[in-house]
């Protein structure tokens, strides 16, 4: 085998590796680690010392990745990430707490993760290409369900939501939405293409449906606007789980992509004008005439995080 196949090789275990680090299970993050670290050792066999490395970033930017502000961290958090400053040895708290079974650690690791994948992004594009590709697909395979989802109430707390009979069914719905979450905002943060507004787009913008047209559905999330396209009507969603993993990914966007975010948006300001507009010309309020549904009001609160 040619040396340039065992490097593309070596390039492929690494995002895969990343992308089992974009897990909500503390177990596949600790399984991760270990292939991060067989990047390292197949290196090191090359005779190559890769600077660029994800397991490297991960080490020498920890500190940076865990600058978190004060003020969404909880008490319990800002200690951990305080003795560790004070700590001494080769222990890397970065590490530590991606695969530690401390519950604070694991709400720490979640809050650093936009952190997390900007610093890898900005130093591995390469790897994380390969990564974004992975999530990307695995988006679209998790869109029916969550879709699906978004049309319940929002009663009940994330135990009394079953999820629907899909390619998820076996996944309880908590862990579904935690999933679907990190990758967004992977997705949020990595994607530099805003891709071509389409007329179904276009379309969708000034439609007051919350679905988004069928042909859709089978588009690749391989560009920031089809990506805005399939996410945004979720704003309107029954489950609050859902609504906040869309506030924090779009949140998170890439700084490059804010114009085209901006102009996805379209799909929710008309949406919620509309609704205004047919209250105003409402001149009493009667019980027919056009009342503020919930899923408006909750897309006009969303919209405005």
């Not at 340039?4 to 993050?29: K, M, N, P, Y």
């Not at 503020?292 to 897309?299: A, G, K, P, S």
Request: hydrophobic share 40%; charged share 20%; with cysteine.
């Amino acid at each position: 085998m040619e040396m340039t196949s065992v490097v593309s090789l070596v390039d492929e275990i690494e995002a895969h590796g990343f992308f089992f680090l974009c897990s909500q299970s503390r177990r596949v993050r600790s399984y991760a680690i270990r292939v991060l670290r067989l990047v390292i050792q197949f290196d090191a066999a090359l005779g190559k010392d890769e600077p660029s490395r994800i397991l490297r970033i991960l080490e020498n930017f920890s500190s940076e990745i865990l600058d978190l502000q004060d003020d969404v961290l909880s008490v319990a958090e800002r200690s951990r990430l305080q003795k560790d400053k004070h700590k001494s040895g080769g222990s890397n708290t970065l590490i530590d707490i991606s695969g530690s079974e401390v519950s604070y650690d694991a709400t720490l690791w979640f809050k650093a993760f936009p952190n997390l994948v900007r610093c890898v992004f900005e130093h591995c594009p390469h790897a994380i290409a390969l990564c974004r590709g992975l999530v990307c697909d695995r988006l679209l395979l998790m869109q029916s369900d969550v879709e699906a989802l978004a049309k319940l109430g929002g009663g009940g707390s994330l135990q009394d939501i079953r999820t629907p009979q899909g390619r998820s069914a076996a996944t309880p719905a908590e862990v579904l939405f935690d999933q679907w979450k990190l990758y967004l905002i992977m997705a949020c943060v990595t994607l530099n293409s805003s891709g071509a507004q389409l007329q179904s787009q276009l379309a969708n913008a000034h439609s007051r449906k919350n679905s988004r047209p069928a042909g859709a559905a089978q588009e690749r999330l391989g560009s920031a606007r089809a990506l805005f396209s399939a996410i945004i009507p979720m704003l309107a969603a029954g489950p609050e789980a859902i609504r906040s993993a869309v506030v924090v990914a779009l949140g998170s966007v890439n700084r490059k992509l804010y114009r085209t975010l901006l102009e996805s948006l379209q799909y929710a300001v008309i949406t919620c004008n509309d609704e205004a507009k047919a209250r105003i010309n409402a001149h009493h309020r009667t019980p027919s005439s056009p009342q503020r549904t919930q899923m408006t009001e909750r897309l006009r609160i969303e919209v405005t995080h």
